[in-house]
């Protein structure tokens, strides 16, 4: 299968966060309790319960006293992902058909680990710290659906396809700003964008953790290390011998 | 609406003004992007920078209530630099007729049109009337538009007080946002430029509420902008079958179809007939009205079946009748609720606690009740006013029932949405619990009345028991077991109860035969030999091969057109026209004004197959199959109009046949800038006047008390005062607050920042609310003075959550007024106090 | 035969074997975990119990090589001049031509720095693994898991080690970790000073 991807266009997006009700409608996500903090934005932060959510912005403008900008958000999907690589469990995060980052909650451990690699931050866990976020629906994509934000989206700020055409799509559509387009070895969530994307409040320069990519290169050094302590103790065994003094006897019933 | 939904997409400009359709009708937006992806224009006016204005290409800000004068001086603008249409405004609109020499506008009358009665606050039509030609029995006109008695003049002469900075200086709008609306809108005034206008509360829910729509409609007609694709006027519906309930007979004034509701003066049906049928003696005009009498009979027959007869008057003296005069709209029912008129009261789907305008009162009056029946999906504030703040439940003797009803997915059924198109929707699940579909209830409901009638007479019992109710199999104590909704259907649709022939035809040809569903209302007879619940419903369910074809179920994805007509899916009334008034939108040759975008195109040689003539309509069901104006046969395109003509002169209204701006009857100015002498709508009902009136109703006009403009509006996450949503914890998550939105600077001043509780309040009532401090909401300069303007969604309610953490609806604050025509609250422009709570 | 001699009491052996104990199921449990072994893991009953396998087994290791300092910091703090003795001498482990070494106290310089070392790497693997369970700042938890990994390649190469000297290297270690008693003689020309000090003759 050709590498899918999410194509968020805030210009298009009116605010009306359908995905974020859609998404806890399919994904059955629990509620969070919340309060008005003086901002349309709900829920303040993405959660184990809220796998998407709008950013409310306003910003100045040239035309009026203000823009008004939404702007969704959620796990990036990266090509590389330091999610997967810093994961010490087998299988609880994989790389889907349609190269979303899916998880498994059976083999998460809940670790954390892959929230502190995520470049954007943008990982987050359940009550029961298992990692719980966006996977781009997989049970719907692996049927031939599109994601359920993607399918309750009015407006058409959500798309769903394939991730060459649609950023063919957006740059033909005028759009100049690619987001996520070449970060990351390309990200699954692209965004179209006529300003920077700090205007947007989008990450500048997103890095993939020196440490987790560090570690990757030389992580077969545990292997070596083990391996040659093992070979070179048999030769020492070998070549010089135990340390025994002249007489000494040793006895297995001693 | 004129048009429909996915007609947005063909439109060049798009004024939303009175609408926030992407924070209302997300679905909207989707078809104002693929238009602004076309390059067309999306130009917002509101009080607030709105989700709809986050996407315009061009923002205005206004003051609430005023804008009649944003628009007047639109109509200025256009008639000033000459950007109208003419040969659109003089063949298709009433701009040539001649007005009665004596009518006087509010230029000359200070504010007033001419033949006002001051204490009555009624106006004498008398003088609003056009000049005739007694010879031909049709108005006289002036097609140059040069008498200055035409309409056109005489609209010049309105609207040239309506200057630029006047209407600045009115409205709050910056000069130069003004101008650029102006030229904006103003440039569809060619043909093919296509300019539509999509409102909703933000404009009925005023003092001038029917103006508003009244003033726009003027403008459409002199831009040539109505009958066309891209253009009309959208009225973008509060509830998604609130154009289907309308349709059948919602309001109190009007029968299913919009026929009138009969007043005790029409003694019998010659008499309702007479008072209610447009008369013309212009060959050219349709007066579609003219049929009134088939429609009439028709729905008689459908609800007293066989007990209808002509030597009965078709049962026409069992229907209901008004006494002359009386008003039973909304705002009356609450009024006549607290002076203790009402012993009992349905609230059936509904929740006027929190809906009504001055909530306060609303809650009062339902304390006088002997009983109240609350019909509804879960318990309300209605339901629960007993027991609401400031309530004590020893002190109420009302009793409460609570009757469970199902939700729109778990029963079939038709809904017609704002474009007049009708689904059928299948039942999705069954409903939950005790639950049940309406008509079930209502069947329940009948047969009990009908058994206490019928056990213990009553007060005029043949109607009721002798009202066709034919929907399904009755058991064995008559009561039918279960309501049938496809039979409920097919009665809107109409029968033949006889074979009925056209015998005007020469030879005579059967229109249709006994039995069978009605092929559409231009079928239907006076005669008794139809019946149909609702004429304009007609073809929706209709007969094809001996089987009953619903039309509303069907689902063609076909668009022939390539204008998203889409006339194969489901069905919208009339016989499934798509856009209105499309005649106007071709030349009087039939020739599309814009032949890129033809609803309708009349091809002259082409052999009609019905008639076998040559000539013939192409594109969407044309305003009926007559040839086009210029052509032998041919007719006017307002069908609906006895003249056949738009109506830029409208003396059908109360209030003047022309627009003018009051101001609404709570405002920052002590006077009316237009006209010193009449401030608010001169013929608006008034429930407190200077001799006074009940407490609830006060009203604080230009008082230092309450010195800033509310406003009211909805958001995304609720269903209207949220009874179905604030249940759904999801939404709660999006939108868990009662919140007041507030300028920087008012916030400045008030020492209010974002996220602090505030409290709202009005001369009635007040609310808390979190504090949203933003940019979107700015003060305004009306008249040389800084206006601050607030507003609040009204989908919040004490009962749920329970613990209050909602907060309550912020209709307590609004006023006890309404249109002058409709009597629709005026919820959209009052004067509130914000104070740190 | 000669006489048998107490070298290591039972807490302390029963500390070892705790930590020993610990180490190994860390370290199996970490490989698993570095190198996604499933069949390991399977062990365990899948990855995350293994995860609690780890954590417990992370606290026991920790608890335990603090134990450890009332047995062995001390001695391993004093150095003399027959330690630099021994170490130029390679511990005889260089050579098949055994010659005399140093006496001894009741570590000998290798098993003196090895403590030492172990303690740090211990210590750096308990305060990282803690950090990385417990602790949710970002820059942290990264930081500690590149130390954690690093650091299980350093274990990786002083377990085996330790394994070898103890036994095979050493022929007559091993009864110190399992009675605590070896001969006098042996304890004598292996640990003198120790011998000496504890007035054993």
Redesign the interface.
């Known amino acids: 299968m050709a590498r899918m991807a999410l194509l968020v266009s805030p210009e298009l997006c009116i605010g009306c966060r359908g995905c974020q009700s859609a998404c806890k409608e399919w994904n059955g996500l629990p509620a969070v309790k919340t309060v008005n903090r003086g901002t349309f934005e709900n829920p303040p932060d993405l959660t184990g319960a809220d796998y998407n959510r709008i950013r409310f912005m306003e910003v100045p403008s040239a035309q009026d006293a203000q823009r008004w900008l939404f702007v969704s958000q959620r796990c990036m999907h990266c090509g590389d992902a330091a999610c997967m690589k810093?994961c010490?469990?087998?299988?609880?995060l994989f790389r889907a058909k349609n190269g979303a980052v899916v998880f498994d909650k059976?083999?998460?451990?809940?670790?954390?680990?892959c929230?502190?690699?995520c470049p954007y931050?943008l990982i987050r866990f359940d009550q029961a710290n298992k990692v719980s976020k966006c996977h781009l629906c997989h049970d719907r994509t692996e049927a031939g659906l599109t994601p359920a934000c993607v399918k309750t989206c009015p407006s058409g700020a959500l798309k769903y396809g394939d991730r060459d055409k649609l950023a063919a799509e957006a740059s033909a559509a005028g759009y100049s700003n690619l987001y996520g387009e070449a970060d990351l070895g390309g990200t699954g969530v692209l965004y179209a964008f006529k300003d920077s994307p700090k205007v947007y409040g989008m990450l500048q320069n997103p890095a993939f953790?020196a440490?987790?990519h560090?570690?990757s290169g030389?992580?077969s050094?545990?292997?070596l290390?083990?391996g040659?302590?093992?070979a070179a103790?048999a030769l020492?065994?070998l070549v010089?011998?135990?340390?025994?003094?002249?007489g000494?006897e040793?006895k297995k019933d001693? | 609406m004129t048009n429909h939904w996915i007609d947005f997409r063909n439109a060049d400009v798009i004024l939303v003004m009175g609408a926030n359709p992407a924070e209302n009708h997300p679905i909207a937006m989707k078809w104002i992007a693929r238009a602004r992806e076309r390059g067309a224009k999306l130009v917002v006016v509101d009080p607030r920078f709105t989700k709809t204005a986050s996407k315009a290409d061009l923002y205005a800000p206004i003051r609430p209530g005023t804008d009649i004068a944003f628009l007047g001086g639109l109509i200025n603008y256009i008639l000033q630099k000459g950007l109208y249409f003419r040969e659109y405004v003089v063949n298709y609109t009433n701009a040539s007729y001649l007005v009665n020499p004596e009518f006087k506008g509010p230029g000359q009358l200070e504010g007033l049109f001419s033949g006002y009665n001051e204490k009555a606050r009624q106006y004498d039509k008398k003088t609003w009337s056009f000049q005739m030609d007694e010879a031909a029995g049709v108005p006289r006109k002036d097609p140059s538009l040069r008498d200055p008695h035409s309409v056109f003049q005489l609209m010049k002469q309105q609207y040239s007080r309506y200057s630029l900075e006047r209407v600045s200086a009115i409205t709050g709008t910056p000069a130069d946002k003004l101008a650029a609306v102006y030229q904006a809108y103003a440039s569809t005034g060619r043909p093919g430029r296509a300019g539509t206008e999509l409102y909703a509360m933000g404009w009925t829910q005023h003092t001038v509420g029917t103006q508003n729509i009244r003033a726009m409609s003027i403008i459409q007609l002199l831009l040539g902008n109505v009958g066309i694709a891209g253009g009309g006027i959208n009225a973008l519906r509060g509830e998604s079958n609130v154009q289907g309930s309308t349709d059948h007979g919602l309001l109190f004034n009007s029968l299913p179809g919009y026929l009138s509701v009969p007043t005790a003066s029409m003694a019998d049906l010659a008499a309702y007939n007479d008072k209610n049928t447009p008369k013309s003696k212009d060959a050219k005009s349709v007066n579609w009205w003219s049929n009134k009498p088939k429609y009439m009979v028709s729905y008689l027959k459908a609800i007293y079946g066989a007990h209808a007869k002509k030597e009965n008057d078709f049962c026409y003296a069992w229907l209901p009748k008004l006494d002359e005069g009386m008003n039973a709209s909304w705002l009356m029912i609450f009024d006549n609720m607290i002076k203790g008129r009402y012993e009992g009261f349905f609230a059936w789907g509904q929740n006027p606690a929190c809906s009504g305008a001055n909530s306060n009162k609303v809650r009062k009056g339902l304390a006088k009740l002997e009983w109240m029946v609350n019909v509804n999906l879960f318990d309300n504030e209605t339901g629960s006013f007993w027991r609401g703040p400031g309530v004590n439940p020893a002190d109420i003797q009302t009793e409460v029932f609570l009757l469970p009803a199902c939700s729109s997915v778990e029963k079939e059924g038709s809904i017609t949405n704002s474009g007049r198109l009708a689904q059928w929707r299948r039942k999705a699940i069954e409903p939950i619990g005790q639950s049940r579909p309406d008509a079930e209830i209502m069947n329940e409901l009948y047969f009990r009345v009908k058994g206490l009638y019928r056990k213990e007479g009553g007060k005029s019992p043949a109607p009721i028991l002798e009202l066709a109710w034919d929907y399904g199999a009755p058991g064995p104590d008559g009561k039918i077991e279960k309501v049938d909704i496809s039979r409920v259907a097919m009665e809107i649709n109409g029968y033949y109860l006889e074979d009925v022939w056209d015998k005007k035809a020469v030879p005579p040809k059967q229109l249709g035969k006994k039995g069978a569903l009605c092929a559409s209302f231009v079928t239907l007879q006076a005669d008794g030999s139809t019946s149909c619940g609702n004429w304009i419903y007609s073809q929706s369910y209709t007969q094809k091969d001996g089987k009953a074809v619903n039309m509303m179920a069907r689902r063609s994805k076909e668009d022939p057109t390539g204008l998203g007509l889409f006339a194969g899916w489901a069905w919208a009334w009339p016989v499934n026209r798509r856009i209105l008034y499309n005649r106007a939108g071709v030349d009087p040759n039939g020739s599309p004004w814009d032949p890129k975008r033809a609803v309708i195109k009349w091809e002259a040689l082409a052999i009609d197959k019905v008639t076998g003539k040559p000539g013939l309509w192409k594109g969407d069901v044309p305003d009926g199959p007559a040839p086009p104006l210029a052509a032998k046969g041919g007719k006017y395109p307002f069908i609906m109009k006895p003249d056949g003509m738009g109506a830029i002169f409208g003396p059908g209204l109360v209030d003047g046949p022309f627009p003018e701006h009051y101001e609404p009857l709570e405002s920052p100015l002590q006077a009316n800038p237009m006209s010193a002498k009449v401030r608010i709508n001169p013929a608006a009902r008034m429930f407190y006047t200077a001799q006074g009136g009940l407490p609830e109703d006060v009203f604080a006009n230009a008082d230092p008390r309450f010195p800033i403009v509310g406003t009211t509006y909805r958001v995304t996450e609720h269903w209207q005062t949220g009874v179905l949503t604030r249940h759904l914890p999801w939404q709660m998550e999006l939108q868990p607050q009662q919140f007041v939105e507030l300028s920087t600077e008012l916030a400045g001043q008030k020492d209010i920042k974002s996220g602090d509780k505030v409290t709202v309040s009005s001369a009635r009532g007040k609310v808390w609310a979190v504090a949203i401090v933003t940019e979107r909401f700015r003060p305004v300069m009306v008249m040389g003075k800084v206006v601050h303007q607030v507003g609040l969604p009204w989908c919040y309610g004490w009962q749920y959550p329970t613990d209050g953490s909602g907060g309550d609806s912020s209709n307590l604050l609004t006023p006890t007024i309404g249109d002058a025509n409709t009597l629709i609250p005026e919820t959209k422009a009052f004067m509130v106090n914000v104070q740190k709570a | 035969m000669s006489r048998m001699v107490k070298k290591a009491g039972a807490f302390e052996i029963v500390n070892h074997w705790m930590l020993a104990g610990s180490c190994l199921v860390l370290a199996l449990s970490g490989?698993a975990?570095?190198?996604?072994?499933?069949g390991v893991?399977a062990l365990f009953g899948?990855?995350?119990p293994?995860?609690a396998w780890h954590n417990i087994s992370g606290v026991v290791f920790a608890v335990s090589l603090f134990l450890t300092v009332f047995s062995y910091l001390p001695v391993s703090l004093s150095f003399s001049a027959d330690d630099m003795k021994w170490l130029s001498m390679g511990?005889?482990?260089?050579?098949?031509n055994?010659k005399e070494l140093p006496p001894q106290d009741k570590l000998n310089t290798g098993q003196k720095l090895y403590y030492l070392v172990l303690l740090g790497m211990g210590a750096v693997m308990s305060a990282s693994g803690f950090t990385?369970?417990l602790l949710?700042n970002?820059g942290l938890?990264?930081?500690s898991?590149?130390a954690h990994?690093?650091f299980?390649?350093?274990f990786?190469?002083a377990i085996?080690?330790h394994i070898?000297l103890g036994t095979?290297?050493?022929?007559?270690t091993l009864?110190i970790m399992l009675s605590g008693k070896v001969?006098l003689d042996?304890a004598r020309?292996r640990y003198g000073k120790w011998v000496s000090r504890m007035g054993l003759g």
């Open positions: 810093i010490p469990s087998s299988g609880a059976g083999k998460c451990i809940g670790c954390k680990l929230g502190s690699a931050g953790p440490e987790v560090f570690w030389i992580k050094l545990a292997y290390g083990l040659a302590t093992v103790s020492h065994y010089i011998g135990p340390h025994k003094e002249e000494e040793v001693e | 490989f975990f570095v190198f996604h072994l499933d893991a899948g990855f995350p293994m995860r511990g005889g482990y260089l050579s098949r055994k990385i369970w949710g970002k938890v990264l930081l898991y590149f990994n690093l299980f390649v350093f990786m190469v085996p080690v070898y095979f290297a050493n022929p007559g009864r001969p042996w020309r």
